[in-house]
């Protein structure tokens, strides 16, 4: 619902905050008061166009926001858009939108505080609010909106969600046929290029760990000499061959004997002879080690040419096929083999991927046949309902219908004789129609004539379609075009009960309708410093005998004591209909 809006310096208006209420919220006044100014700021707010000749004279800028409260499924949509345009959500569940004009036609829209997109407000304006009469908001004026309200309308959301879960499934199966018949050529030269790929890995007879290890062995290879001095040199300081010199092994071993001798007289130096004694083994041992490793290097300049060429097709390999280990490129070797083997039976899967198909079209038709049967049924109680309330709103010859059309599709789904096309809502097309006037054909709802002819036919159908309805806040302006007083209190209860599952505004001119209001605003203009300026009071009590009153326009006693019958017959409906839905 639209719980406020605020609006400077737009048209005739200065400064001006209003708040509305859930249920019947009427606006009256005099002619060019600025009724309609405040439903024309609505628009805006909306994504309506804006331009320079919105904004009041003198002034360089006009500025509207609103805050509203979206509830049920047009919180989860307009949820949706947010997060889709990375707009802020508010915790609270408020959405606050802005939008300013400025001169030269610069428009300026923000949801909750957050520059948005005019294409992003109007969608979200779509999901928040219908205006019916001079605004571009008409859901139900929109053809691609009928199918939806018809199956809320007959309660099939359930029936229809379970046949798009099978068309979803006809979708995958159609696009994993449409890769393999229309690649086919494609699908060959990949087979040979993975068996390529296969095959250059598998001649390769890699081993895992393999290139690590041949690095080891060429650096050793490369460095030999080096490495032969260094140990020589390590040899030669534990075992000299130098008889005026003793190496380190030797001198250790004789550590080792002194302190032996050393641990016989004094038991407490054990420790220093067991270590003596362990250095002198370790250095012996060491000794050994250094002229075994001595007596192994190599110098072999083929076997380091064959490592260096091993490891040299071991990289190619990784750089051509973007693997970073060789456990890499044997578990691309893996991949392509099973790969080849999926192309190799791409006629086989094509095969089950066809009869697959055909079993689910054949589903999807008798599914979609089925609904369409409920719908058409639906239908029909649906222009009946209709039509009873146009002949409540003086549209008695007035004619109602729903179009519910199948387009022929050779790849479709069967039904009957035919195959009929198809999506996620089913095989059926549908579109509301009118016939305002007798003798008239009928119409799409979207051609007939605007004005409170639509309005009235808008109505009706909000009223019969009310619970199936999601948009929270439905506005009429000339509504009342070309009625009199009595359709007027017909009128004026049908918004009243409207407005138990939505949040109603109506510009009205008729106290008859006027009456009906849960909320009564007065919109008056008047002049201060040279300038005309709009300003909103709402009214209780006398107040409201008083507007009613003067919108009656007769005689002064007459005219408050019908204002007052007008107040007593409405206390009475509703209380009759309070006491009916105990």
Same mark, same amino acid.
């Given at each position: 619902?639209?719980?406020?809006?605020?609006?400077?310096?737009?048209?005739?208006? +200065?400064?001006?905050?209003?708040?509305?209420?859930?249920?019947?919220?009427?606006?009256?006044?005099?002619?060019?008061?600025?009724?309609?100014?405040?439903?024309?700021?609505?628009?805006?707010? #909306?994504?309506?166009?804006?331009?320079?000749?919105?904004?009041?004279?003198?002034?360089?800028?006009?500025?509207?926001?609103?805050?509203?409260?979206?509830?049920?499924?047009?919180?989860?949509?307009?949820?949706?858009?947010?997060?889709?345009?990375?707009?802020?959500?508010?915790?609270?569940?408020?959405?606050?939108?802005?939008?300013?004009?400025?001169?030269?036609?610069?428009?300026?829209?923000?949801?909750?505080?957050?520059?948005?997109?005019?294409?992003?407000?109007?969608?979200?304006?779509?999901?928040?609010?219908?205006?019916?009469?001079?605004?571009?908001?008409?859901?139900?004026?929109?053809?691609?909106?009928?199918?939806?309200?018809?199956?809320?309308? @007959?309660?099939?959301?359930?029936?229809? @969600?379970?046949?798009?879960?099978?068309?979803? *499934?006809?979708?995958?199966?159609?696009?994993?046929?449409?890769?393999?018949?229309?690649?086919?050529?494609?699908?060959?030269?990949?087979?040979?290029?993975?068996?390529?790929?296969?095959?250059?890995?598998?001649?390769?007879?890699?081993?895992?760990?393999?290139?690590?290890?041949?690095?080891?062995?060429?650096?050793?290879?490369?460095?030999?000499?080096?490495?032969?001095? #260094?140990?020589?040199?390590?040899?030669?300081?534990?075992?000299?061959?130098?008889?005026?010199?003793?190496?380190? @092994?030797? #001198?250790?071993?004789?550590?080792?004997?002194?302190?032996?001798?050393?641990?016989?007289?004094?038991? /407490?130096?054990?420790?220093?002879?067991?270590?003596?004694?362990?250095?002198?083994? *370790?250095?012996?041992?060491?000794?050994?080690?250094?002229? +075994?490793?001595?007596?192994?290097?190599?110098?072999?300049?083929?076997?380091?040419?064959?490592?260096?060429?091993?490891?040299?097709?071991?990289?190619?390999?990784?750089?051509?096929?973007?693997?970073?280990?060789?456990?890499?490129?044997?578990?691309?070797?893996?991949?392509? &083999?099973?790969?080849?083997?999926?192309?190799?039976?791409?006629?086989?899967?094509?095969?089950?991927?066809?009869?697959?198909?055909?079993?689910?079209?054949?589903?999807?038709?008798?599914?979609?046949?089925?609904?369409?049967?409920?719908?058409?049924?639906?239908? +029909?109680?649906?222009?009946?309902?209709?039509?009873?309330?146009?002949?409540?709103?003086?549209?008695?010859?007035?004619?109602?219908?729903?179009?519910?059309?199948?387009?022929?599709?050779?790849?479709?789904?069967?039904?009957?004789?035919?195959?009929?096309?198809? +999506? &996620?809502?089913?095989?059926?097309?549908?579109?509301?129609?009118?016939?305002?006037?007798?003798?008239?054909?009928?119409?799409?709802?979207?051609?007939?004539?605007?004005?409170?002819?639509?309005?009235?036919?808008?109505?009706?159908?909000?009223?019969?379609?009310?619970?199936?309805?999601?948009?929270?806040?439905?506005?009429?302006?000339?509504?009342?075009?070309?009625?009199?007083?009595?359709?007027?209190?017909?009128?004026?209860?049908?918004?009243?009960?409207?407005?138990?599952?939505?949040?109603?505004?109506?510009?009205?001119?008729?106290?008859?309708?006027?009456?009906?209001?849960?909320?009564?605003?007065?919109?008056?203009?008047?002049?201060?410093?040279?300038?005309?300026?709009?300003?909103?009071?709402?009214?209780?009590?006398?107040?409201?005998?008083?507007?009613? /009153?003067?919108?009656?326009? @007769?005689?002064?006693?007459?005219?408050?004591?019908?204002?007052?019958?007008?107040?007593?017959?409405?206390?009475?409906?509703?209380?009759?209909?309070?006491?009916?839905?105990?």
């Amino acid at each position: 619902m639209l719980k406020e809006i605020t609006i400077k310096d737009f048209a005739i208006i +200065d400064q001006l905050r209003l708040e509305f209420a859930a249920g019947f919220n009427v606006l009256t006044g005099e002619t060019g008061a600025g009724k309609s100014i405040v439903l024309d700021a609505v628009s805006l707010l #909306l994504g309506g166009r804006g331009d320079s000749d919105d904004i009041r004279a003198g002034e360089s800028m006009a500025l509207v926001e609103g805050v509203f409260e979206p509830n049920g499924p047009a919180r989860q949509r307009i949820e949706a858009i947010l997060a889709r345009e990375e707009l802020e959500s508010d915790p609270s569940g408020l959405l606050a939108i802005t939008r300013e004009v400025r001169r030269g036609g610069r428009s300026v829209c923000r949801v909750n505080g957050t520059a948005a997109a005019i294409s992003a407000l109007k969608e979200i304006g779509e999901a928040l609010v219908d205006i019916h009469g001079q605004s571009e908001h008409l859901s139900l004026l929109k053809p691609a909106s009928h199918l939806d309200l018809l199956d809320r309308y @007959a309660d099939l959301e359930a029936q229809r @969600a379970a046949l798009a879960g099978i068309v979803a *499934q006809v979708v995958a199966i159609r696009a994993e046929l449409q890769s393999l018949t229309d690649n086919e050529e494609l699908l060959k030269q990949k087979a040979e290029m993975l068996a390529f790929k296969m095959s250059e890995i598998a001649n390769a007879k890699l081993r895992p760990g393999e290139d690590d290890e041949l690095r080891d062995e060429a650096k050793r290879l490369a460095n030999s000499v080096q490495l032969a001095e #260094l140990a020589g040199e390590a040899y030669a300081a534990l075992r000299s061959t130098d008889i005026q010199q003793s190496g380190a @092994a030797d #001198l250790l071993s004789h550590a080792a004997m002194a302190l032996s001798k050393l641990v016989r007289i004094d038991a /407490t130096a054990k420790e220093l002879g067991e270590s003596g004694e362990s250095l002198s083994i *370790q250095a012996e041992e060491l000794s050994r080690s250094l002229a +075994d490793y001595r007596e192994r290097l190599e110098y072999d300049p083929g076997r380091l040419q064959a490592a260096e060429i091993r490891i040299e097709l071991i990289n190619q390999l990784k750089r051509k096929y973007s693997c970073a280990t060789i456990e890499d490129l044997l578990v691309a070797a893996d991949d392509a &083999q099973k790969q080849i083997e999926t192309i190799e039976h791409s006629g086989e899967r094509i095969a089950e991927l066809q009869a697959e198909e055909a079993r689910w079209l054949a589903e999807i038709g008798r599914q979609g046949a089925a609904l369409s049967s409920k719908r058409a049924a639906a239908a +029909d109680t649906l222009s009946k309902s209709v039509e009873n309330e146009l002949k409540d709103l003086k549209m008695e010859s007035a004619r109602f219908g729903v179009s519910i059309e199948q387009n022929d599709d050779p790849a479709g789904a069967p039904v009957g004789d035919y195959r009929v096309a198809f +999506d &996620q809502t089913g095989i059926d097309r549908v579109e509301f129609l009118i016939a305002p006037n007798l003798g008239e054909p009928l119409k799409p709802i979207a051609r007939i004539a605007s004005g409170g002819e639509t309005s009235r036919i808008m109505l009706a159908l909000k009223t019969v379609l009310s619970r199936a309805d999601n948009i929270g806040t439905l506005i009429f302006d000339e509504i009342d075009s070309g009625i009199g007083g009595r359709i007027g209190a017909i009128v004026g209860q049908k918004l009243w009960s409207l407005s138990r599952n939505h949040q109603v505004l109506v510009v009205t001119h008729l106290p008859q309708l006027a009456g009906f209001s849960d909320t009564h605003f007065k919109v008056d203009k008047r002049v201060a410093d040279k300038r005309t300026i709009t300003y909103i009071t709402r009214l209780e009590g006398d107040g409201r005998v008083e507007e009613l /009153t003067a919108m009656i326009g @007769a005689e002064a006693g007459s005219a408050r004591a019908n204002a007052q019958e007008i107040l007593a017959y409405v206390e009475q409906v509703k209380a009759g209909n309070a006491e009916r839905a105990k």
